[in-house]
């Protein structure tokens, strides 16, 4: 495997690359249904959560990972801190460069932020972006695939599969929507296939670079595409005020996830969500409790695949 | 009495003559003419131009001097081959009284580099609401008779109905920065494949286009001039091609950075790319330099905007919008026009000279290279080939660093003073 630096984009990951990040997130889910689950590999390295966006889930997923690999965790949130200050991007890397950080996941408004911060020379660590604006979220993309990856070969029989010729639907606010972003490309490079459904004002107005076919039914798209996995986005209600769509009743009647549509699924499918659910909005409470329901998965599946990100930008340089 | 000469240059046409100066004119172009115990400039091998009019320039002084000053500016213009630029008037406090028009002149007189030709805007502070003291600034020293709110659109019809129909008591021409606000509410770059993928905020080129079709139907009900700033994409090509053709008084500019880079640098997050409006697609740049050929767009204009590093050397979304220009413009120009062997080096003195000065009513620039005129000149090394690096601005947002471009300017006169000598900037300007 060619050396990995940072994860920034779904697109830094060859197939071979992606595959065996997820094969060591099979290794690390092992430890993390152990008893003691813990491993010294990152001992004495130390990794900032740079968060100038709220994000409590992504924010413990990744400290958990962090002090399951032993490493020492700092948590720097721009809030109440010399960021909202008007301290910038810049000499915040820099502060943490100077004090040695190893690693700095970053979740970013801005667009670009990790890149920028990789590519600035502001600091030496690695990486990884936990969100950037309304660009990417790698390792959301990587823990969906964990999990569908899982649930189609099986636990224990999943080592060195890709997800090729799965179908995978992705309904809903896809032009603000980074998790969309980095689906789309890990998908297609693990071999799957991606169908977006959403508004026609919620898709980018170019997506010729988007390798994914867009349908504006859902209905339509469930029957014609007879999904292996659907993923249901969260709506923000601010793009109700811009028009974007005419009311959350219209919106959860055309495009979200209910007893009718879960119905329609084929046995097994994965029903997917990042989080947090609108629970009423986007999908029904009946959809996110359903057998077909993998919410609750994707969270501890998070843990692994991030302890399996950071092991394998950290621990290789050691080599 | 001659006070300088140039020998043998080469003149737009393709003939080769020596031009000789005396103190602000030049008093005579033929061949062999007597040296006369005046200062030589060998310009064997060098083309002679009109020297360039700039019709869009941010010199950020007063305000911003902490990016450029009208010395800095103007010696970075000076260093381009510009003898003209025309100062926006997006100053602090904004250019829209005579009093700030006139202080902008006087500091560019101070500098001695160039004419500092002050822009005023449409209306009071920039804020699109009631027009500033046009005709104050049209009769003030400053002589004003292009009006911009550049950096914002004067969006409300109304106003500018009324903003085209007042300039005319002073043919006066408002220059229009194109952009719908409400279709670019947060815009980071240009709308299409790249900005899907990179997730930063789309900016549609019907932004740009709407307004242009708004204002050139404006014109045409008042029978006014107009002309449109930074044009960027295929479709206002096509708006004004149609414009021009039934006659509208029309003219458009279009700067170096869309003539030559494309929205796929923004890739690189890097946010030296980021510009008002955003650089566009390749189809875009081959249809602005179609239209440069062919006399659709009239002008290169640089949209010449210093920043200070904080402000760029930051992610996209917090960076400002803009870039440098003056020193690359003549380059790029070549590179379109002579380079291509699509066009010639007589409409690059019409598209960087001639045309601006004519559009800004400047009487003393944009002459041709003849016994009588000014003397306004730069002498260009086209056989040059030079990497770009530092200028001579005071900011360093270039976003041409490392590209390979050709042309040089060797020598610029600006009434009759050596402003660059062998391709120095002069340490002091002509006063």
Redesign the interface.
Known sequence: MSQLKHLLSAADLSREAAIGILDVAEEMAGVNARAIKKLPTLQGKTVVNLFFEDSTRTRISFELAEKRLSADVINFAAKGSSVSKGESLKDTAQTLEAMGADAVVIRHGASGAAQKLAQSGWIDGAIINAGDGTHEHPTQALLDAFTIRRRTHGAGSSAGKGLDGLRVVIVGDVLHSRVARSNAILLNTLGAQVHFVAPPTLVPANPAGIQAKIHYDFDAALAEVKPDAVMMLRIQSERMNASYFPSEREYSRVWGMDSQRLAALKPGALLMHPGPMNRGLEITAEAADSPNSTVLEQVSNGVSVRMAVLYTLMATERN | MTSLIIKNATLPNGSVADIAIDGETIAAVGTNLATDGATVIDATGLVALPGFVDLHTHLREPGFEGSETVLTGSRSAAAGGFTAVHAMANTSPVQDTAGVVEQVKALGEAAGFVDVVPVGAVTVGLEGKQLAELGAMANSRAQVRVFSDDGKCVHDPVLMRRALEYVKAFDGVVAQHAQEPRLTEGA?MN????????????W?AVAEESIIARDVLLAEHVGSRVHICHLSTAGSVEIVRWAKAKGIAVTAEVTPHHLLLTDELAR???AVYKVNPPLRTQEDVLALREALIDGTIDIIATDHAPHPT?SK??????AAFGMLGLEIAASVAQEVLVESGRSNWQRLAEVLSLNPAKIGRLSEQGQEIAAGAVANIALIDPAAKREIADTQSKSKNNPYRGLNLPGAVVHTIYRGYPTVASGTVAEKGRN
Request: charge should be negative; charged fraction near 30%; proline fraction near 4%.
């Open positions: 980071q709308e299409g494949r790249v900005s899907a993928e990179l997730g930063l905020t789309g549609p690189s997050y890097d904080e050397d930051c992610e996209w979304q917090a």
